[in-house]
C-alpha cells in the first residue's frame, strides 16, 4: 500500500517554528525530530551542555557520515553561536546513541533555539535551551 504523507508547516513554510531565521537554510529532513536530546536543561555558564542523538527506528543517522553543524539563536532571531560537531558513539553502540559536549560562550539569561543541521543546509531537528 502506498503511504501518504501529511506535512504540517507553519505560515512561512517551515516544520520547525522559526526555521525561517536559520541562515542559509536549504532543506528540512523529516524523520530526525525528537533525536537530539540536550542536558542540563535549564544550564548555568561554565557547565558543558551535554548533547545526546539517538537514532530513529531506521537506525540511520546523518552524521555517522560527516560533520554536522549546530547554531543557536535567540528568540529574537539573533545568530549567538556555532559549531560543527562530530558525534562520537555513546558508551553503548549498539543502542546508537552518540553525544557531543559543547562549551558555548556566555549567554545572557534566556530562552534560545539550538539547530541541528547539515554543512550543507539541511535542517535535522532542534531543541530549547534555557539560560539561568
Same mark, same amino acid.
Given at each position: 500500500?502506498?503511504?501518504?504523507?501529511?506535512?504540517?508547516?507553519?505560515?512561512?513554510?517551515?516544520?520547525?517554528?522559526?526555521?525561517?531565521?536559520?541562515?542559509?537554510?536549504?532543506?528540512?529532513?523529516?524523520?530526525?525530530?525528537?533525536?537530539?536530546?540536550?542536558? @542540563?536543561? /535549564?544550564?548555568?555558564?561554565?557547565?558543558?551542555?551535554q548533547?545526546l542523538?539517538?537514532? $530513529? !527506528?531506521? &537506525?540511520?543517522?546523518? =552524521?555517522q557520515?560527516?560533520?554536522?553543524?549546530?547554531?543557536?539563536?535567540?528568540?529574537?532571531?539573533?545568530?549567538?553561536?556555532?559549531?560543527?560537531?562530530?558525534?562520537? @558513539?555513546? /558508551?553503548?553502540?549498539?543502542?546508537?546513541?552518540?553525544?557531543?559536549?559543547?562549551?558555548? $560562550? !556566555?549567554? &545572557?539569561?534566556?530562552? =534560545?533555539?539550538?539547530?541541528?543541521?547539515?554543512?550543507?543546509?539541511?535542517?535535522?531537528?532542534?531543541?530549547?535551551?534555557v539560560?539561568?
Amino acid at each position: 500500500l502506498p503511504h501518504i504523507w501529511v506535512i504540517r508547516t507553519d505560515s512561512l513554510g517551515c516544520i520547525e517554528p522559526g526555521c525561517h531565521l536559520i541562515s542559509g537554510l536549504q532543506e528540512q529532513v523529516i524523520g530526525l525530530q525528537g533525536s537530539m536530546g540536550i542536558a @542540563p536543561n /535549564p544550564w548555568q555558564h561554565g557547565n558543558p551542555i551535554q548533547l545526546l542523538f539517538t537514532a $530513529p !527506528s531506521s &537506525g540511520i543517522m546523518p =552524521y555517522q557520515e560527516k560533520t554536522t553543524r549546530l547554531v543557536l539563536y535567540d528568540l529574537q532571531g539573533r545568530l549567538v553561536y556555532e559549531q560543527d560537531i562530530a558525534p562520537q @558513539p555513546g /558508551p553503548s553502540t549498539s543502542s546508537g546513541t552518540y553525544h557531543v559536549e559543547l562549551h558555548p $560562550p !556566555s549567554l &545572557g539569561t534566556g530562552k =534560545y533555539i539550538l539547530h541541528w543541521m547539515s554543512l550543507g543546509g539541511a535542517w535535522y531537528d532542534s531543541v530549547k535551551l534555557v539560560v539561568e
